[in-house]
């Protein structure tokens, strides 16, 4: 029993250092607790999250694995392992992750959004619209949502539907919007 308690303390240290962005000091701490208490899921998704923030991402992805082994259920855990695989431009997989997730979750806007960043990257900008719309339906206020809806649209030379979402995303002001607005439309 105190071996599982040290571990909630070194967990504990951890999350309040991640919470001042001190991953690498939180990561430590992880490292402690992943040791005395191996079983759970959520030291190892933590572990991942500041393994993440640090750019480790190949450590990240095996946190977020032994975090589902445990818990197969854990939909952060399949939704980091996707960011993470999407950093090292491993987009199918990453959709994979993200495909997951959503199973767990099919309301999740930001599963959906990401899903629909790596598609893009793969060329696939179609199935991408699709997930950038269902994202946009679930929350339709966060402007990088259109912005890159609308990357895709004028990669599929639809100009008039992506000046739309340029529009939207400046006034969401999603960073570059008003690049994209300016380079691709015409001033109504």
């Not at 933590?46 to 993440?52: D, H, K, S």
């Not at 030379?157 to 969401?172: G, I, P, Q, S």
Request: net charge negative; proline share 3%.
């Amino acid at each position: 029993m105190a071996m599982s308690q040290s571990a909630s303390s070194y967990s504990r240290e951890g999350f309040e250092l991640a919470k001042l962005g001190e991953y690498g000091q939180a990561l430590t701490q992880y490292d402690e607790a992943v040791r005395l208490n191996p079983r759970s899921a959520n030291i190892h998704y933590y572990r991942g999250l500041c393994q993440y923030e640090l750019e480790y991402f190949e450590e990240a992805i095996q946190s977020f694995s032994y975090a589902l082994v445990i818990n197969p259920q854990h939909p952060k855990a399949y939704f980091y392992r996707g960011r993470s695989k999407a950093k090292l431009k491993l987009w199918d997989e990453s959709i994979v992750d993200y495909s997951k997730a959503l199973d767990i979750e099919p309301r999740n806007p930001e599963y959906m959004y990401y899903r629909g960043m790596s598609k893009g990257s793969l060329g696939l900008h179609i199935t991408a619209i699709e997930d950038f719309t269902q994202a946009i339906k679930k929350e339709d206020r966060i402007g990088d949502y259109y912005r890159d809806r609308g990357i895709c649209w004028l990669k599929l030379e639809r100009k008039d539907l992506a000046c739309e979402d340029f529009e939207m995303a400046v006034e969401l002001k999603a960073f570059n919007a008003g690049y994209y607005l300016e380079k691709h439309c015409q001033p109504k």
